[in-house]
């Protein structure tokens, strides 16, 4: 898998903060640098074959704010909130220089799932999409079946250790890194649904001991609760916890074993690890296919977080075809380092934003700030 490149295909313009209105001055006080990106995405994830958004500099470094087109003003400020707070404070405390990641699977074909995960960086965890619209449960088992080959493949030469003799064998076995496969639904099943695709999901994933576990099978808190109650697959919460006006709602209603946290859209890094901590429940932190600069936040939470017992979605910087930085941040040995990233200065304004999307974004940014400054 090729790494994304600093600038092909990236459009990337500053914007004078000077010539924004007064309000949105005012919200963005303590910024003082404020770019708009567009990059091509590698091919189509959650219907958007590119990403767009914003990127601002504070005393503490550059900070992203890119909410999906589909969300309103008052949910994508949040994301803007979240950007505010980590350009103009300090990181927590890091608890360790390294996370581990899993590669991402988007809707493709078997032959392309399979070449993702041997070109992953030694990514031995692997998050496949599925129950996409259009798509059939067959073409889902497939890619699972596929990705799961690939990473029995890549773990196979790490467990060849299996033939040295006595307890050294033993030892070197426990300490293994393992193979693991997730699948991703977006809440695209009803229950019943959910129960038989599962089960055949499960055993696609049978190179690697069945599924890890299954992310936000369906929509609602009370479809979670109800399948997790007849499903021996644990349950990761997503977009009930993120989109939710009551995030801890899913943990009262006993609706799943693992929380998926983000920290654009639950407003900064503090507040996400907040979250975590009032789940009680594993922790799982992802990204939303941010830039290298979005994905440091998702990085700095993830290295602060107690408890880290899940590879983290955060290598996704490989779906785009173009990074803001000349330093991505790229999985060595499934594991990403945590450190801060800026935007390439040589790029800036080399390849201007196109005026449709700038005029989009600087009215979405008033739009948000407008939210913020009526709270």
């Known amino acids: 898998m090729q790494p994304p490149s600093a600038g092909s295909g990236l459009q990337l313009s500053e914007v004078a903060i000077s010539s924004l209105p007064a309000a949105v001055q005012r919200t963005l006080e303590g910024i003082d640098r404020l770019l708009v990106y567009s990059t091509p995405l590698r091919m189509r994830f959650r219907g958007v074959t590119v990403r767009d958004g914003l990127l601002l500099h504070g ?60 070109n992953s960086d030694g ?4 998050k496949v999409k599925v129950a996409d619209p259009g798509g059939s449960l067959a073409e889902d088992c497939a890619r699972v079946e596929a990705t799961a080959q690939a990473l029995a493949e890549l773990a196979r030469p790490l467990q060849d250790v299996s033939s040295m003799a006595g307890p050294a064998a033993l030892r070197a076995m426990a300490n293994l890194p393992r193979p693991h496969l997730r699948v991703d639904v977006n809440g695209a099943w009803d ?30 808190v009370d479809e979670l609760a109800q399948l997790r109650r007849t499903c021996d697959i644990p349950i990761a919460a997503d977009e009930s916890i993120r989109r939710a006006e009551d995030p801890l709602a899913v943990v009262r209603a006993e609706a799943a074993d693992i929380a998926v946290v983000k920290v654009a859209p639950l407003g900064g890094v503090e507040r996400a690890l907040a979250i975590a901590a009032e ?9 939303a296919v941010d830039s290298s600069v ?40 499934g594991m990403l380092e945590c450190r801060s990233v800026a935007p390439d200065e040589e790029l800036i304004d080399r390849v201007p934003v196109e005026e449709e999307c700038l005029t989009r974004w600087l009215a979405r940014l008033e739009a948000m700030c407008d939210v913020m400054g009526s709270a």
């Not at 990514?123 to 692997?126: I, K």
């Not at 979005?294 to 977080?305: F, K, N, R, S």
């Open 294 to 333: 979005g994905l440091a936040q998702g990085v700095a939470l993830a290295a602060a977080l107690p408890e880290l017992p899940y590879a983290c979605g955060l290598a996704t910087s490989q779906l785009l075809s173009a990074d803001v930085s000349a330093s991505p941040l790229l999985p060595v040995n």
């Open 59 to 118: 005393p503490h470094g550059w900070a992203e704010a890119a909410p999906f087109w589909d969300y309103g003003p008052h949910e994508a400020s949040v994301w803007l909130r979240s950007a505010l707070r980590s350009a103009l404070r300090p990181a927590p405390p890091a608890l360790r220089e390294r996370i581990p990641v899993n590669v991402t699977i988007p809707v493709c074909s078997p032959s392309v799932a399979r070449e993702r995960v041997l």
């Open 279 to 287: 789940t009680g429940l594993d922790v799982v932190v992802s990204s």
């Open 123 to 126: 990514c031995l965890t692997a």
């Open 191 to 220: 229950v019943e649904q959910a129960r038989h695709a599962l089960l055949e999901l499960d055993r696609a994933a049978e190179a690697v001991g069945g599924l890890e576990y299954v992310e936000q099978p369906c929509a609602t």
